[in-house]
């Protein structure tokens, strides 16, 4: 019941900015747990950044002062901006949302979109 729309991916130099939104379709987005993960080509999926139905955020320590996770409850949509970008940046980043467990036993993901920091 849960749909995930990336966009805003494409290719950047070193040291720009870009900014991913994800547009959600469904139910209780605003108590729905949203956050980012990326993966590079083999490398493990990892997580990018976290925010909560209450608005706490965590982050990765790899990109913790360079990118910043928000949501906006009346466009059900989470963005990740993300500056200070080096090539360790580069890889498919992918939008996640995790229901309440009482609403919907499942999680969801993004299709991904592509970020490329190269000069």
């Known amino acids: 019941q849960v749909q995930l729309v990336e966009s805003g991916g494409g290719l950047v130099q070193p040291g720009g900015s870009l900014r991913l939104p994800c547009a959600a379709a469904?139910?209780?987005?605003?108590?729905?747990?949203m956050d980012w993960h990326r993966q590079a080509p083999g490398k493990q999926r990892e997580l990018v950044a976290g925010i909560t139905s209450g608005g706490s955020t965590n982050y990765a320590d790899s990109v913790k002062g360079r990118f910043t996770i928000s949501r906006d409850n009346a466009k059900n949509t989470v963005y990740l901006q993300m500056s200070s970008l080096n090539p360790e940046d580069t890889a498919v980043y992918y939008c996640?949302?995790?229901?309440?467990?009482?609403?919907?036993?499942?999680?969801?993901w993004g299709q991904g979109t592509q970020v490329t920091v190269s000069s």
């Open positions: 996640h949302a995790v229901p309440p467990i009482w609403h919907n036993p499942y999680d969801y």
């Open positions: 469904g139910s209780a987005f605003s108590l729905t747990d």
